[in-house]
T-cell receptor, first 113, second 116 residues
Framework: GENVEQHPSTLSVQEGDSAVIKCTYS??????FPWYKQELGKRPQLIID?????GEKKDQRIAVTLNKTAKHFSLHITETQPEDSAVYFC????????????FGTGTRLQVTL | GAVVSQHPSRVICKSGTSVKIECRSL??????MFWYRQFPKQSLMLMAT?????????EQGVEKDKFLINHASLTLSTLTVTSAHPEDSSFYIC????????????FGQGTRLTVV
């Protein structure tokens, strides 16, 4: 089955700096890669996703890049703000059972003033 | 986006009792629902895939007789934790999707289960 690795596990940046979180996946058939933000005790919230037919997608301060050959994808947050502090999860899904997501281990992002 | 409602949000039960958690899609028909378990400071681990009108598909290592899943309608799936033990204490979250492959998953608000 699919295996998703995520790094780093914790990340501390100063307000205004950029943050980058990286994930690798194992199943070359995976073709959908969402990123979720989860605050303590709350549900994961989709912040951006990318499908395998594109290499990059951007939404304001958030961007995701995908390298299918290397089987890795990354989340980029620019101009970080304190409210960006949360745990971020990458995930991957492919064909087969409708959109069964395999999650990475999570990155705890702390944005300091 | 679509709304998925999960109840209860918190439940405390005694060891040996059973607890039922409901997951409802409020404004769309969810042919597939997923149940995840999340321990503190860990990732979401898929427990089972629930398809309307058929038996759930459980992930390896998840006891189907302990975690009963029912998906009787296109808007409701339930997870029953039977004979709960303290090690079952966790955050349980459902997600729902429409019938299309690789569409956005909408998550319920989660249920914090504490078994005492």
């Amino acid at each position: 089955g699919e295996n998703v690795e995520q790094h780093p596990s914790t990340l501390s940046v100063q307000e205004g700096d950029s943050a980058v979180i990286k994930c690798t996946y194992s199943d070359s058939a995976s073709n959908y890669f969402p990123w979720y933000k989860q605050e303590l005790g709350k549900r994961p919230q989709l912040i951006i996703d990318i499908r395998s037919n594109v290499g990059e997608k951007k939404d304001q301060r958030i961007a995701v890049t995908l390298n299918k050959t290397a089987k890795h994808f990354s989340l980029h947050i620019t101009e970080t703000q304190p409210e960006d502090s949360a745990v971020y999860f990458c995930a991957a899904s492919g064909t087969g059972t409708a959109s069964k997501l395999t999650f990475g281990t999570g990155t705890r992002l702390q944005v300091t003033l | 986006g679509a709304v998925v409602s999960q109840h209860p949000s918190r439940v405390i039960c005694k060891s040996g009792t059973s607890v039922k958690i409901e997951c409802r899609s409020l404004d769309f028909q969810a042919t597939t629902m997923f149940w995840y378990r999340q321990f503190p400071k860990q990732s979401l681990m898929l427990m089972a895939t629930s398809n309307e009108g058929s038996k759930a598909t459980y992930e390896q290592g998840v006891e189907k007789d302990k975690f009963l899943i029912n998906h009787a309608s296109l808007t409701l799936s339930t997870l029953t934790v039977t004979s709960a033990h303290p090690e079952d204490s966790s955050f349980y979250i459902c997600s729902a999707q429409s019938g299309q492959v690789n569409t956005e998953a909408f998550f319920g608000q989660g249920t914090r289960l504490t078994v005492v």
